[in-house]
């Protein structure tokens, strides 16, 4: 007896499709999986790029602070042995005479 076409269901074939796309699921998923682990070893080294930047701009601001700090003392200094000259003059004369 003859079977009609549309009863007849090879079933070698779905499996084989089937399997296809269990592997192709697979090798998504570890690829998404790569992608995450990248982005978290990015995301890391930018954290810890930017605590090294963050933690240099402190000791550049504390550096800075203190050379104001020592500024203001040798311009109070100068003014102290050269009572005669005024802000202006004293930055003037600082400029030209500046070795």
């Given amino acids: 007896m003859c079977m009609s076409t549309t009863e007849w269901i ?3 074939p779905r499996i084989k499709k089937a399997k296809v796309q269990v592997h192709r699921l697979i090798r998504r998923k570890r690829c998404e999986e790569q992608v995450e682990k990248d982005m978290e070893l990015k995301n890391l080294k930018l954290y810890l790029e930017n605590k ?13 602070s203190l050379l104001h700090q020592e500024n203001l003392a040798l311009m109070s200094e100068f003014q102290t042995k050269f009572p005669h000259f005024n802000r202006c003059s004293t930055t003037l004369f600082l400029v030209l005479h500046r070795k």
Wanted: proline share 6%.
């Fill in 10 to 12: 090879p079933s070698r």
């Fill in 52 to 64: 090294n930047i963050m933690e240099e701009n402190e000791k550049l601001r504390k550096k800075a």
